[in-house]
């Protein structure tokens, strides 16, 4: 009976070797070591932010730059610099896109493509801001309906002055002639940006 006590006891002992443990004299099985845990890396400091120009390049007159999407320092202009906000919607390719004119001749155009900047001389703005300040502008609907498919919709939102105002219409709508006339003047503008 002891040698197979011994026996047991060495195949024990064999076992535990080949698992890892320690043989010990007391017999109880010994809690292996565990690596010290090793220190986190210290945190890398960010860099420090470059300084941005006071004022971004502007275009020469007739050129156009190409932005991606996401903000530009001139999509940040306060309000009152700009003098319209134009979105064309619709269409049979779901077209959507948006010209921002701003008061010093700046045009920005965004569609999904991204942006398109081009400037134009503040005189060729004259028109439209006539049109836009003109009583008949002030005393139109805020929308104009037509019925069909795949019409394209205008909006037409002037932000200055004393209280925002924008004037929805759509093709085929039976608009006053000072809305048609903002809308020629919006898409001769519009056409300066390619």
């Known amino acids: 009976m002891l040698s197979i006590l011994r026996f047991a006891g060495i195949g024990l ?7 890892g443990g320690q043989p010990t004299t007391s017999g109880a099985p010994q809690p292996t070591q565990l690596p010290e845990p090793t220190a986190a890396p210290a945190p890398t400091q960010p860099p420090e ?12 007159q007739g050129q156009v730059t190409k932005g991606t999407q996401g903000t530009t320092p001139e999509s940040n202009a306060p309000l009152s610099d700009t003098l319209v906000i134009y979105r ?6 779901g077209i959507d896109e948006t010209l921002t004119i701003y008061t010093d001749g700046r045009l920005e155009l965004s569609n999904s493509r991204g942006k398109k900047m081009a400037q134009v001389a ?25 019925a069909g498919a795949d019409l394209f919709t205008y909006k037409v939102t002037v932000p ?11 093709d085929g709508a039976k608009n006053p002639p000072v809305l ?7 898409n001769k503008l519009r056409m300066q940006v390619k």
């Open 13 to 19: 002992i064999v076992l535990l070797v080949a698992c």
């Open 49 to 60: 932010p470059t300084q941005a120009p006071t004022q971004a390049p502007q275009p020469a």
């Open 88 to 93: 064309r919607t619709g269409g049979i390719a």
């Open 122 to 146: 503040p005189s060729q703005l004259t028109t439209l801001q006539k049109l836009l300040a003109s009583p008949e502008f002030a005393a139109l609907d805020p929308q104009y309906q037509a």
């Open 160 to 170: 200055g002055g004393k209280q925002p105002r924008t004037v929805v219409t759509m």
């Open 180 to 186: 048609d006339q903002v809308l020629v003047e919006l």
